[in-house]
């Protein structure tokens, strides 16, 4: 683990998962739109949200994501993490009041690049609301050590590193 206690590359193994589980509220919804400048009636407007296919609000399904990386910067690897990408398909609406459990889980690790890819599934209840893919790149004890290394060497040399 690296000093923030997030995983290091080195600890990652595929099957390794952990879950970041949140709330959305009214507050959310009306920040979200605010920040991000999504202010679509469906996420906003309950009397026009009722005569879509969803009979009311729901959430914007990038604030449903976002829980997805909570989990990945709180959980799995944790602090440290960059996310590269994310493929996601959105497959149920969530509403105001609904908690969103968000599971990453290692499928693979590239210890050389010191990434891995992540399966992401976010579910309120017993529903699928959003499934896909995450690239993420992690901290690196090996890298760190070789970095302590450099300084010790540079400084037992006088200063010198070779390229």
Known sequence: MNELNGYDIEDLHPGMQATYSKTITEADIVLFAAVSGDNNAVHTNEEFAQSTRFGGRIAHGFLTASVISAAVANRLPGPGAVYLGQQMRFRAPVRPGDTVHATVKVLSVDL??????????????????????????????????????????????????AA
Do not use: F
């Not at 699928?128 to 004890?141: L, N, Q, R």
């Open 112 to 161: 050389a690049k010191a990434r891995a890819v992540l399966a992401t599934e976010c579910r309120v209840r017993d529903t699928v609301v959003i499934d896909g893919e995450a690239t993420v790149m992690t901290t690196s004890a090996a890298a760190r050590q070789a970095a302590a290394q450099a300084t010790q060497a540079a400084a037992a040399g006088g200063g010198v590193v």
